[in-house]
């Protein structure tokens, strides 16, 4: 097969049939989970014209005259807390003392604060003309009942939450998230905890996948590491892909020798959907399919392996998650420093966003090699130069996505 650009990979497992599940679990357990249906408001929040403030709810026409010298005086016609519901109108000379929240009396067309009045048990007096429908909480100001308050694949938030809490929901109907296993081949790889030896290295790619994956909304399972015999690495695949929604593993995806990810694939029955894309970091990886579940494998590089899972897996991997969000949106920002290196091929920079004198800048982070996983540190977009680039000067533009 020959090289793909990432898009192209990206689209092509975005393409295959997924099926998410759903389930009803209380508001704050769906936190950071996608919804599995459109909620719509069954109420308007508020339900009524309310007051913003502890006060007095009247006739604006009744304050046109009123000044320091000649007040108006209202009489009291009763006490609204916020809770009850207003028993008697508000009709000329008169008003109501309200509670912050207490529904608004019919009649009354404003309020007025408290501290801009004086006042007896019985009258209060009115120095200022007040305006009609200031001071005033329209019944809807906030949702209006029938408004879509989220669709199916938005992340519930805490905000979100509340929103539905305010329509007296308990629970949401949320999507369950896949099982995506992430395991590591190589005989240099010792995993974290065990003592180290020379010629070895830790595992570092089982930890970093999987916390991106975790990210992203999937549960992640770490399948540790598996030396380098094709034997082992499609026993291990084998249970993981039947175990698993999605297997990720690291190592093995290109075409040394000790490169066993297409010989593993193809012994454990997937069919190979790409092998080899046209970026760098992170030209190293490969996608095959069995029974529906993508097998996708990425450089033993660190730095390498992460490029190729922001811009190719986690796409595919939010979409397991039911997400709607799942691709990136691109947009542009300029240099804050050069960038000295040619690019034949599309090339991934690691950086982040800063913002001065009203312009987005990308800061690169230096350390852009394929083991290199420091520059990830503080990275939080990353930027999209373009095959057949030269060197990018300062307030150059470039395209970068959030990661």
Known sequence: MERIQAEEARDKLLALPVTV?????????GLGRPLGEDVTARLSVPPFDCSPVDGYALRAADTA???REMPVVLSITEEIPAGTVPTKPVGPGQAAKILTGGP?????????????????????????????GADVVRAGEDVDAGAVLGRRGDVLTPALAG???????????VCVPPTVTVLSTGSELLQ???PWQPGKIYNTNTTTVCAYVRQAGANAVDGGAV??????????LDRALSASDMVITTGGASVGDYDWAKRAAEAVGAELLFWKIAQKPGGACLAAVRDGKVLLSLSGNPGAAVLTLFKVGLPYVRRLCGRSDVIPEMFTARMAKPFKKSSKVTRFLRGHLAFRDGMVYFEH????????????????ALGQVPAGSGPLNENDTIQVFRV
């Open 192 to 194: 974290p905890g065990e």
């Open 163 to 173: 929103l539905l809490a305010g329509q007296g929901m308990q629970e949401a109907c």
């Open 365 to 380: 982070h230096e350390g852009d090699g394929n083991g290199v996983l420091s520059s990830l540190i503080g990275c939080d």
């Open 21 to 29: 599940k759903t389930e009803t679990v209380p508001l704050w357990q």
């Open 65 to 67: 005259a009123a000044s």
């Open 104 to 132: 608004m009396p019919e009649g009354a067309d404003t309020t007025i604060k408290y501290e801009l009045t004086e006042f007896t048990s019985r009258e209060v007096k009115i120095f200022t003309p007040c305006k009609p």
């Open 227 to 236: 030396p380098d015999e094709l034997d082992a690495i499609a026993e291990k």
